[in-house]
């Protein structure tokens, strides 16, 4: 069974904020970084274990995984640039390609050369992206449930981009991200996790934020990629009933990195949170070897 994972108010106090620059814009990225957790061993060797969550979520995503995973290795799991507690003022590119400058900056600050990468959704386009661009950089490469070739951009991330979103009141914004976070787990999802994926976007300023970054990543930056240029080892470790980013994308992903396909049965889009145990346990496998 899952151990018992942090609130969000936890997980936002163990953050650290850095500044990282995206097209000439200097802007504040939080992240926690096992190094930096009391109690949390840096684990061995000088690589780390980078984790990047897509939208509408923030590197609370991963609350499930990390936390059991810091006592063997260095975990970085950053909010992207206009999620969670990084800078969600107006003003930068919060795309896909703008992820990619802003993690990079993120690594060099932490002096990190080569690093595994773990992504979901589009932070999963940001780590293929990382990978192409940087080969030297990634060593390993997980995606769940990613965003890829043409997958993207999907329905309900184009309506949030739309003016509307930015005009509505609390309630209307709850009400919204009640059903994208219930709607993408396989039971009724755990209270916690809704609260914690919610709180950032119904705090001053979050519905006109989560505007801000829907449009922003209803881009090609999937379809440019030369995935044949990834020469990380990668795994593609998918929730099998996702109807947003089925199975066939990531088949197709390993098929053409070389890498294999891990099936994780009775999860949808949100896998990490439907299957914790498996998925961590999928992760390790091949993370540890």
Known sequence: ??????????WSDAQSETTVTVDG????????????????SAGAGDDAVVFLHGIPTWSFLWRRVVPPLESSVRAV????VGYGNSARHDGFDRSI??????VLDLLDGLDLETVTVVAHDIGGGVALRLAAHHPDRVDRLVLSNAVCYDSWPVEFVSDLGLPSTASMDREELASTLDGAFAGGTVDEADPSFVEGMKAPWLAEGGAQAL????VATNTNHTTEIDYDAITADVRCLWGTDDAMQPLSYGERLAEDTGGDVVELDDAYHWVVEDRPDAYREALETFIMN
């Open 1 to 10: 069974m899952s151990e018992t994972a942090p609130d969000h108010e936890t």
């Open 25 to 40: 814009h200097e802007v504040t990225m939080a992240y926690r970084d096992s190094a930096d957790v009391d109690d949390a």
């Open 77 to 80: 799991v950053p909010d992207l």
């Open 97 to 102: 390609r703008a992820q990619e400058q802003a």
């Open 211 to 214: 505007a801000r970054a829907a």
